[in-house]
């Protein structure tokens, strides 16, 4: 049953690692690792609320942080700090998308530079929740930061998207707030 569950889950870490690294070598080669991490982990793991995938994840951030040689990440930039709104955000839905119907190639171009343009901890956090559908506290635990530091980060990533991403809401008739 656990191979079951790592196989199912194969993609959604492909997927990630590729945001991660950018490049399809490194994805397949940090997608092996989180799979053979997980699988001599395989005693020690229990299933918890939100299933195996935050497991995984966390297990690709910390082969993906290794590789970098960052081991032990250094504190959130100050401008983390600058998160305003929290509360009722905590525990509401992602807004994960249905992603077998969801065609990468299909969204515009802008948005997909925009994205990959962020910088890494931004990028990493965004595309958890938005795309992996992945809680805040899910999120911090995979990336091994305060909660604070979750909102904050996703908070400045759509920010930054936002100012970014003006003209394109304007083509499509979306009113931007800013």
């Not at 997927?15 to 994805?27: P, Y």
């Not at 998160?83 to 009722?88: D, Q, V």
């Amino acid at each position: 049953m656990f191979r079951q569950l790592l196989v199912g889950e194969m993609e959604a870490v492909h997927r990630m690692a590729f945001h991660l690294s950018r490049r399809a070598e490194d994805a397949a080669e940090l997608t092996q690792e989180t799979m053979t991490r997980a699988l001599a982990a395989e005693k020690g793991f229990q299933l918890r609320e939100g299933g195996i995938r935050p497991w995984l994840f966390k297990i690709l951030h910390n082969a993906f942080y290794t590789r970098l040689g960052k081991v032990q990440r250094s504190p959130s930039l100050m401008e983390d700090l600058r998160y305003e709104a929290a509360g009722e955000e905590l525990d509401s839905p992602a807004p994960c998308w249905d992603l077998a119907s969801l065609d990468w190639e299909q969204v515009d171009d802008r948005l997909k530079k925009a994205i990959d343009d962020l910088p890494t901890h931004y990028r990493e956090v965004l595309l958890l929740w938005a795309v992996e559908g992945l809680k805040y506290r899910e999120i911090a635990e995979v990336l091994g930061v305060a909660l604070g530091t979750v909102m904050s980060r996703l908070y400045r990533a759509r920010t930054i998207l936002s100012e970014q991403l003006a003209p394109l809401a304007q083509e499509h008739g979306i009113s931007v707030e800013t």
